[in-house]
C-alpha cells in the first residue's frame, strides 16, 4: 500500500486547512487509516483515526476542531482542521493499517501563524 499526502501549508490562527491520503490500492482491505503529528521537541501524536467501518477517534486537542472522513470511491481519507491554532503546526503523518501492518505516507507540514 502507498500512500500519498497533501494539503499542508502555512495558515493563519483561526484558518482551516484539509489534508489529503490517497492509497494507491487495497484500499476496501484497509482496516483503519489515520493521522499523527509531531512538532519539533515534542512527541509524536496520533491526532485523528478512522475505521473502514467508520468509527473515529480523536485525541483530546483536536476533538471539536479536526474532523476525519473517508471517501471510497476516491480511495482517500481527508483531515478536515477547523480553528487552527499555533499549538497546532507539526508535520502531519497518515498512515493506514492493512492485513496487521503499517504503511505510512510522507510527511506534510503544518504551520499555523500569523
Known amino acids: 500500500v502507498q500512500l500519498q499526502a497533501s494539503g499542508g501549508g502555512l495558515v493563519q490562527p483561526g484558518g482551516s486547512l484539509r489534508l489529503s491520503c490517497t492509497a494507491s490500492?487495497?484500499?476496501?482491505?484497509?482496516?483503519?487509516m489515520g493521522w499523527y503529528r509531531q512538532a519539533p521537541g515534542k512527541q509524536r501524536e496520533l491526532v485523528a483515526s478512522?475505521?473502514?467501518?467508520?468509527?473515529?477517534n480523536y485525541s483530546d486537542s483536536v476533538k471539536g476542531r479536526f474532523t476525519i472522513s473517508r471517501d471510497n470511491a476516491e480511495k482517500t481519507v481527508y483531515l478536515q482542521m477547523n480553528s487552527l491554532k499555533p499549538e497546532d503546526t507539526a508535520v502531519y503523518s497518515c498512515?493506514?493499517?492493512?492485513?496487521?501492518?503499517?504503511?505510512w505516507g510522507q510527511g506534510t507540514q503544518v504551520t499555523v501563524s500569523s
Open positions: 498512515y493506514a493499517v492493512y492485513r496487521m501492518q503499517v504503511y
Open positions: 490500492e487495497n484500499f476496501f482491505g484497509i482496516n483503519g
Open positions: 478512522i475505521m473502514r467501518i467508520g468509527s473515529t
